[in-house]
């Protein structure tokens, strides 16, 4: 099982942002498929973002396309998302998950191993 730690959740108004965390082992990190997925109450998981270090790529999924971004920084073993203009729809708890896999936000959601997860609450 992998070790992956996620940070940074919180209570923010909508419009608002927030910025999480994933600590990752270098090992993983370098050669894994970082990606995050999201489940809301009584939902079922919803891929957010996928970074592949290796390869550049990275992935969305539409309900997040240019409000959400997804980076890495090897030196730190983090993978951020920058979560900006949020909406009462993103609330949720967000998973950091990994997988030597293509990075699909598709099938991110279907990785084997991930974090205890973070609250995500948008609210006025």
């Known amino acids: 099982q992998l070790q992956l730690v996620e940070s940074g959740g919180g209570l923010v108004q909508p419009g608002g942002s927030l910025r999480l965390s994933c600590s990752v082992p270098t090992s993983i990190l370098e050669r894994y498929t970082i990606g995050w997925f999201r489940q809301a109450p009584g939902k079922g998981r919803e891929g957010v973002a996928c970074?592949?270090?290796?390869?550049?790529?990275?992935d969305y999924a539409d309900s997040v396309k240019g409000r959400f971004s997804i980076s890495s920084d090897i030196a730190k073993n983090t993978v951020y998302l920058q979560m900006n203009s949020l909406k009462p729809d993103d609330t949720a708890v967000y998973h950091c998950t990994a997988a030597f896999d293509a990075c699909t936000v598709a099938v991110v959601p279907s990785f084997g191993s991930w974090g205890q997860g973070t609250q995500v609450t948008v609210s006025s």
């Open positions: 970074i592949s270090s290796s390869s550049g790529t990275t």
